[in-house]
């Protein structure tokens, strides 16, 4: 069987079982690539050499013909012995990659789009699909600067960029503009300059029946334009504003692949059942705080705008219900919320604590016989909505709503229990293997279930517990589950946390350097711009970075990056400004790369201990590493002891979203 290549992110090959095959170092991977992009003409060893080399060695054209006979060995281990080369061949003064189109996953990436314009949009928009989860980074991603990948570097990401919004006029064009707008608003938010991102980004909302947002979008996009390029929008963005304002007819409907005018059916019965609706109800019956609290789960899920309001309007809702003095409908209200919840850091801690209290309420006012299932709900919501926190009920409240639903045999209320026995799974570092259990759990009852949510929400504790524990090959796994899921259900959120950690899998491979591993996760970060995760979001990219230079014993200073330099590391409120709840921990170690010792010493004294949540051990690592530089002995020892647990597991990555390395070398240091 022929071996596949990808340059869709760092440069690879695969066998026929979809294993990665060795290629050794950074030189044999060049070669690969310089002869993908040759695509299968011969580069002559002279042209390899002035590409390899800046300032090339002796004995250069014989290092090239030791990683081409390098290659060979791996791409074609079942080789005899002295016959010739079927992949990588040797052709007059070079070599050749000779393979199918269908090896090389920029190749059929190309097809594809190429493709797509004359499919109908049903498949296109599959295919689409397809190719682009295909990406695994940048294109050439160790190589994409060098002279000679460059260029192709910069055509296949524009390619990419076209394919998304290709891909996005399918989906409307089947009827699923709201799935489209969440795909757009990342896209155009990574890419402001691209005035095809924003028209149908604009048009989806506006088929989603949201005209003030799509005006909104124009208008912004008129704005950008104007201050950073000095121009005006183009006509398609003029005529789309113009045609929105007016309301005009062909806007409202979809097109299909031969341009005849469809009906959107999900809209048409939503407006239908909603008027239904509003009609037959009671304006003060109790059923509408019923209904609206199913209606505030499904708007957690959308991505966007939905997950902040969700919050805030069941905030509401759950007073409302107190407000009837009904202790049964009140625990209906609150337990309906059963929204999966994967990070440990809360998004609102007041608005949290707000239902806490609500739901302890409730507690109390039940009936002390009966209502199991509803008070195993709320018991959950107790263990969920405290998370992160020091609160010693969560455990207790996630231990109760387990046993109560493994002794209800309710599939629906048990991975309830299971998102909150995993939010509560942070007593102390080094628990990944636990958390894994969990998720595996997850996702064989929603797989035999049909709990889809739920068993998103596994695959995405599997991927952070593999992570933390270096298994990034079943972590890949599980991404792609996670993702396949999440674009069958549209759960636009996931791909916050998988693009997260295609930061991280770069990261952690450590074959790339610094630089690159700092734009992916800038370019990860660009997805958590309005995903409305503030615990998520505040502080991550900095910190991400940080960790990044720590690894690379590079300097802290952030001054090439925007306005992570720009704070006054004495000053805690500039500190918090950019670095928000890691400040703390992080302090220390900036004011130790500017050489201020007597303040890197008192603001360690002054760091608490970390949070017992998803980056603890990543911040036990911070601490250590300060105390270690300053000679502070006793919070060496007490950092020792924090991180001994998780001596066999990667400091940070459990989070799924960043690493500081593995934790036995962090303590080694200490020891030492």
Known sequence: MVPAFGVLGPVTAWDADGNAIP????????????????????????????????????????????????????????????????????????????????????????????????????????????????????????????????????????????????????????????????????????????????????????????????????????????????????????????????????????????????????????????????????????????????????????????????????????????????????????????????????????????????????????????????????????????????????????????????????????????????MQCFGRAGLAPRRDEIGAELVALSARHGLADFEILGHLVRLQARCALGDFTAADRHAAAADTLAVRHERPLVGVFTGWYAALRLDAAGQAPATDVEAAYRNAAVLLHDAGMPGVADGLLPLALLCVRLRHALPLRFDEFDEFDQCDESNESDVDMVWGPYAPWVRPLLLLDRGHRPEAAEALRATPEPPRDLLQEALWCLTGRAARALGDRRTMARAHAALTPAANELAGAGSGLLTLGPVSAHLSDLAV
């Open 23 to 422: 290629l050794k170092g950074p030189r044999h991977r060049s070669v690969l690539a310089r002869l993908v992009i040759a695509r299968g003409r011969v580069v002559p060893v002279s042209r390899l050499v002035d590409d390899l080399w800046a300032d090339p060695p002796a004995d250069a054209v014989g290092a090239v013909r030791t990683f081409v006979a390098a290659l060979r060995r791996a791409l074609e281990p079942d080789r005899p012995p002295r016959t010739p080369a079927r992949l990588l061949v040797t052709d007059g003064p070079g070599y050749a990659l000779r393979t199918t189109t269908d090896a090389v996953d920029a190749w059929r990436f190309e097809e594809t789009v190429a493709a797509a314009p004359a499919l109908p949009p049903k498949e296109a928009a599959v295919r689409l699909e397809e190719a682009l989860g295909r990406w695994r980074g940048p294109a050439y991603a160790e190589f994409a600067d060098q002279p000679w990948a460059r260029a192709d570097s910069r055509r296949l990401t524009e390619l990419r960029l076209h394919a998304v919004e290709l891909h996005a006029e399918a989906l409307m064009s089947l009827g699923q503009a709201d799935r489209a707008a969440a795909d757009l608003r990342a896209h155009s938010a990574e890419h402001p300059w691209r005035e095809n991102a924003w028209r149908l980004l604009a048009l989806a909302l506006y088929r989603t029946g949201r005209q003030a947002d799509a005006l909104d979008v124009l208008r912004r996009a008129r704005t950008l334009l104007a201050d950073q390029l000095g121009v005006d929008p183009g006509p398609g963005l003029r005529s789309l504003e113009a045609d929105i304002l007016r309301q005009a007819d062909h806007l409202g409907r979809q097109a299909d692949h031969l341009g005849q005018p469809v009906d959107n059916p999900a809209g048409r019965v939503w407006g239908q059942v909603s008027a239904a609706y509003d009609r037959t109800v009671a304006p003060d019956a109790r059923a509408r705080l019923e209904s609206t609290a199913g209606l505030l789960r499904s708007l957690a899920v959308t991505g966007g705008s939905g997950l902040p309001a969700a919050r805030e309007h069941r905030v509401a809702a759950v007073a409302a219900a107190e407000e009837l003095g009904d202790a049964e409908l009140t625990a209906r209200v609150i337990g309906a919320y059963d929204v999966p919840a994967i990070w440990t850091r809360l998004d609102d801690p007041e608005q949290a604590a707000h239902v806490v209290a609500a739901a302890e309420r409730t507690l109390a006012a039940l009936p002390a016989v009966g209502h199991e299932a509803a008070k195993a709900r709320l018991l959950a919501t107790i263990a969920l909505e405290s998370r992160g926190t020091s609160l010693a009920r969560g455990p207790q409240a996630a231990r109760q709503a387990e046993e109560t639903a493994r002794r209800l045999d309710d599939p629906l209320l048990l991975a309830f229990a299971l998102n909150a026995a995993f």
